[in-house]
């Protein structure tokens, strides 16, 4: 996926101030895993998130 705007309090943003997110996802063990870390230019990383989802028959 690709950062096509951004807005901040509806105000439309330049695109090079937007976050940068970075992303994986894998299968282990028959749950679906996942790592999200956004980060904002001279700011740095803002959210990291993990987890897993599991199938339940």
Same mark, same amino acid.
Not at 20 to 28: K, L, P, S, V, Y
């Given at each position: 996926?690709?950062?096509?705007?951004?807005?901040?309090?509806?105000?439309?943003?330049?695109?090079?101030?937007?976050? &940068?997110?970075?992303? &994986?996802?894998?299968?282990?063990?028959? &749950?679906? #895993?996942?790592?999200?870390?956004?980060?904002?230019?001279?700011?740095?990383?803002?959210?990291?998130?993990?987890?897993?989802?599991? #199938?339940?028959?």
């Amino acid at each position: 996926m690709g950062l096509r705007g951004w807005t901040a309090f509806s105000i439309p943003m330049p695109r090079v101030l937007g976050p &940068r997110i970075e992303a &994986r996802e894998w299968d282990e063990a028959g &749950r679906f #895993h996942f790592e999200v870390q956004v980060a904002l230019p001279l700011i740095g990383p803002v959210i990291n998130y993990t987890g897993w989802l599991e #199938h339940l028959a």
